[in-house]
DNA sequence: TTTGGATTGAAACAAGCGTTTGAAACATAA
DNA sequence: TTATGTTTCAAACGCTTGTTTCAATCCAAA
């Protein structure tokens, strides 16, 4: 494979990601991906092969460059604390999938699959969302202590990931609804304190309890 | 318009709400709708005018029928507290949105338009998600105080709902990663349980206090 | 410079889409 | 029964889709 194929590759990767990002895999042609990239609309079949082939590839693409930028334990130092490491997961999770222009497709392209699953979803679950999951599983069992009801520490855990992923599956909403308060790449610190106060404060008054 | 007709109309309406829920707009096909309600394809075009007409006249169909039989004070009685607001609240939205088989449609409808937004999304949120948040966020000041910081109570607001609209989200991948464990309508009161023993611990920590 | 596989490009392919057509079937009132 | 407007139906329309074709072009090795 010559340079320029391998650029014409990357190429495509890239504004695929776009594309299928702002469309949705359903809705984005071929032609758009090529036309905006600049290729003859052959070239994705010759690259990758298929429509869906592209577009699993770009999730793979858009993964792996969200993770590499920011790890479940961005800026967190050795040894520190279940909150400090709270912390790091909600922060990471915000600037991971909206908080930068460059990987804006990776929250997109995950939200839209879990929304309309294609058969691409459980490559997404098993490959990311699985050990996401367990991660903070471990952090709340930290902090509500090691002997806490299991089934609380799984509740607890689905409410401190759904403050998240409202910021990302709401956003169309709540910018139309407040379109004066926009919520973007500039206010995830803010919207990390916001979270944190309010699951910090929920999981310190259940510590040591049992459910129901 | 004789009582045949509108019977096609409203097998049309009924039978799309699902296929539009289950598919989605895009790749739902008028084909696929007709083909299951057992009418012509021209059915569509002469009783609702084009595919899109008949999307919008679906959501709205659906949001009726939802709030017909889980308004928002569902189960309340007068002068209840701000926590048994809360309750009734919380409650209501996860039996809208996924709690029967018969108003299934609803929630996937709503959740599918704000990730994939067609035009009718103004709709949704003109006539339905705007006086629903701010029904909330009314509870919600009441339970911190009517002196409570605002975007404190806009935070803690967006932090309950995003609870609930995880179960709806996030069900897809909730039930791949833990098939044992479904979501389900018949998990709706444990689930209110979890939310509201969650929401109250972090309400009644920031009770009083001003955001930072 | 010549050769041969890799890559590109314009054009065409079959299939499926939303929509339209016009005749047939139906229901209702004169 | 006849006349009139409504509703259904099979068929076709024009268009877009993902994919394929095959000649033209490129480029490194001989």
Redesign the pocket.
Known sequence: ????????RLRLLETATQVFAEHGYAT?????ICGRAK?????????F????HLYREVLRYARQRAYEKYPLTYGLEEGATPEQRLRAFVHSFLLRNFGDVRNLGFGTLTMREMVEPTSALDMIVDEGIRSLFEHLVAIVRAILGEDADEELVQACSRSTIGQCTFYLFSRTVMNRMAPEQQFGAEDVERITDQIMLFTLHALRGLSGKKTD
């Open positions: 494979m010559s340079i320029e194929s391998a650029e014409t984005t042609t071929i032609r758009m290729v003859n609309v052959a070239a994705v079949n010759y690259h092969g298929s429509k869906e």
